[in-house]
């Protein structure tokens, strides 16, 4: 018997397709991508109705209704855990979302959602950058609950074929187990971790530059990875990506490399002061990583158009706050929010002048 069981389940949309009518079936399929669904009221009218016969259905009709309740039912019967927590991975869309909370609400607690924004394959780019978000979120809880001897189980039985693809990959390097129930079988079908190793910090460190750009959505010409190791990326048109490998050990490592001093910049188009070089030597290592980070989103959103994520609030400052700086950006916001201070110089390029977590 297994004392504590991490079960991290991908959800796809099962619950709302099986037993739909041919006409809501078709409106399923179609809306399948879509973040928000002009028709919200009949996603809750499908919803509601799913919901309501969850309440009065029997297990074993419950496991009828969803895929995902069905391999979840048989991991536990398999692994027979005194204490579970489970991981709901869905897509960013309206109706992975809407699912899975419907999952979550027939387990009941100690349940958590966990996606990435972009998880959608209408935006083979934006899918792309979802999946290494995704893989941060995972490695980052799956490794805290191994460090306190929890048994890690990826369940693929549900979810979406783009989605699970990867995510064995992933599972196979991280979890203890990979799992899937396929329809109409009954038993699980299980594969071991693999006795892979990953890429180790040192050899990260050396082409951090490379890692940091690809995070953050810029594009890198095959020729300019060469003596990167070849484990970790992947060439498409003659331009590289990270791998599954590279994604995990990225998500590894990643928060070491970046706590340890500030970065150089990606972009010529914005530069540090000596002062935020000060005050970046004075900050705890998380509050380092975040730093790092907002530099490398901001660099992104000023060479690419790149949207900065909520977390990063960048807007002009009213009045004279900080003499010298016209304009503010969220660094982190735990406890006490950092934000950064600067300015556009006459050539256009933006400058940091001041690092604090108060005006």
């Given amino acids: ?57 029997d297990q074993v009709t419950r496991r009828r209704m969803s895929a995902e309740l069905n391999g979840i039912g048989a991991v536990l019967d398999r692994y027979k855990a005194r204490q579970v927590f489970h991981l709901l991975v869905h897509t960013d869309t309206a109706l992975g979302k809407v699912t899975a909370e419907l999952v979550q609400e027939a387990l009941g607690g100690q349940t958590s959602l966990v996606s990435a924004g972009g998880l959608r394959t209408s935006d083979l780019a934006s899918f792309r950058a979802g999946l290494a978000d995704l893989t941060k979120q995972l490695d980052e809880s799956v490794q805290s609950y191994r460090a306190q001897s929890w048994f890690v189980v990826f369940n693929l039985t ?37 006795p892979v190793r990953l890429a180790e910090v040192d050899e990260l460190r050396e082409h951090a530059a490379l890692f940091r750009r690809l995070a953050v959505g810029y594009t890198v010409e095959a020729d300019d990875a060469k003596n990167a190791p070849d484990s970790l990326l992947m060439e498409v048109d003659g331009e590289v990506t990270t791998s599954v490998l590279g994604d995990v050990a990225w998500a590894r490592h990643r928060a070491t490399l970046l706590a340890e001093n500030l970065q150089p910049s990606l972009s010529s188009k914005v530069r540090v002061s000596d002062d935020v070089q000060r005050a970046f030597a004075k900050l705890e290592a998380g509050q380092r990583v975040q730093v790092n980070e907002a530099l490398d989103e901001f660099s992104s959103h000023i060479d690419n158009g790149r949207t900065l994520p909520k977390s990063r609030t960048f807007k002009k400052l009213q009045g004279n706050p900080v003499p010298g700086s016209s304009h503010e950006l969220y660094a982190w916001s735990d406890g006490a929010t950092g934000r950064f201070f600067g300015h556009y110089d006459a050539d256009g390029v933006f400058v940091f002048d001041r690092l604090t977590n108060h005006l």
């Fill in 158 to 194: 549900g979810g979406f074929k783009s989605l699970n693809g990867y995510l064995q990959t992933v599972a196979m390097i991280s979890a203890d187990r990979c799992v899937f129930l396929f329809e109409g079988a009954p038993e699980l079908m299980e594969i071991p971790r693999l």
């Fill in 1 to 57: 018997m297994t004392e504590r069981l991490l079960l991290v389940s991908t959800c796809g949309t099962s619950l709302l397709t099986n037993g739909a009518s041919s006409d809501d079936r078709a409106w399923l399929t179609k809306v399948a991508n879509e973040v928000e669904v002009e028709d919200a009221a009949r996603i809750e009218l499908l919803v509601d109705e799913r919901r309501k016969r969850l309440t009065t259905a």
